[in-house]
């Protein structure tokens, strides 16, 4: 696996650290893994792209995960103020997951995609990235 899940409950904060390869098949395996997590519905996430050596997702990767998502249950007991955010300072990264990130929005789910790690950092309410209480992955 080429990610971490990390928990910080007194955040209420799932980070993902990702690394090495991203493919469509990696994207699935965490949906599944954040989705199973027992407090998947209340809290925030923090997606670091930004240790990605390949990035192998495609457009048809894309619309699978958001058709999976779009009819997962858990989302629909999901918080709906939880903020999700990407960092993904790579263009292709960037502009992959601001692909993803409106095609979500078609289904209620707001995802903010960001170049610059301290407005990332920000926009969660952080002001450095925590790694505690490895979950997953």
Do not use: C, H, W
């Not at 209340?42 to 058709?67: C, E, L």
């Not at 990264?93 to 995609?113: H, K, P, Q, W």
Request: glycine content about 6%.
């Amino acid at each position: 696996m080429t990610y971490k899940i990390y928990e910080d409950p007194e955040r209420s904060l799932f980070t993902v650290s990702f690394g090495g390869l991203v493919d469509d098949a990696e994207l699935l395996r965490l949906m599944d893994e954040l989705y199973r997590l027992p407090n998947f519905a209340n809290f925030d996430q923090f997606i670091d792209f930004s240790r990605i050596k390949r990035y192998a997702v495609t457009p048809n990767g894309m619309a699978n995960y958001n058709a999976i998502s779009k009819d997962r249950p858990e989302r629909a007991v999901a918080k709906k103020n939880r903020k999700i955010v990407v960092y993904a300072p790579d263009d292709l990264a960037f502009g992959m997951t601001r692909l993803l990130a409106t095609v979500a929005s078609n289904s209620g789910v707001d995802i903010e995609v960001f170049r610059d790690l301290p407005k990332a950092l920000d926009f969660i309410g952080l002001d450095r990235l925590p790694a505690q209480s490895e979950k997953n992955g």
